[in-house]
């Protein structure tokens, strides 16, 4: 059977239980056609680039999937009549990775960072410039003499 990492959608104004319901529906599927499910993240409610069906935001899950091509095919068909899914991408695998995606690891790096100082935007540290000089008026600029 072939290995598939799958990512999808779901609306913003689903809750968490929900979403949850989804992906065992969609676990079913690939079960009931000999296949199965692995890993699944949920990612959580992210804002999207731009407006999908509407939607600023979205819920993203992520499964890793060993099932024959028809099991994914099945899913992928109930995804796209869905109205709670708004997209969907599924990659082939050559193997699934071993603990956390790279996303999960954004997140563990995120509140790891309880210790380091706030940085605003005027706190930069630009360092030692050097000397530059007397300021020279440009030429060809109106109001330079």
Same mark, same amino acid.
């Given at each position: 059977m072939a290995l598939y990492e799958h990512v999808f959608l779901a609306r913003q104004d689903l809750s968490?239980?929900?979403v949850d319901a989804l992906?065992?529906?969609?676990k079913g599927v690939i079960t009931s056609h000999g296949?199965?499910?692995g890993r699944v993240e949920n990612w959580?409610?992210?804002s999207l680039t731009y407006r999908v069906k509407?939607?600023?935001? /979205?819920?993203y899950t992520l499964m890793d999937l060993t099932c024959p091509p028809e099991a994914l095919n099945e899913m992928e068909r109930q995804m796209g009549l869905s109205e709670?899914?708004?997209?969907?991408l599924t990659v082939k695998v050559e193997a699934h990775e071993e603990? /956390?995606? /790279?996303m999960m690891q954004k997140r563990e790096e995120r509140s790891d960072r309880g210790d380091r100082p706030g940085r605003g935007f005027g706190d930069r540290d630009r360092?030692?410039?050097?000397?530059?000089?007397?300021r020279r008026p440009r030429e060809g600029v109106e109001g330079a003499e």
């Open positions: 968490q239980q929900q992906v065992e529906q969609y296949g199965s499910v959580g409610l992210k509407k939607n600023r935001k /979205a819920y709670d899914v708004l997209r969907f603990g /956390a995606s /790279a360092g030692d410039r050097g000397d530059r000089g007397p």
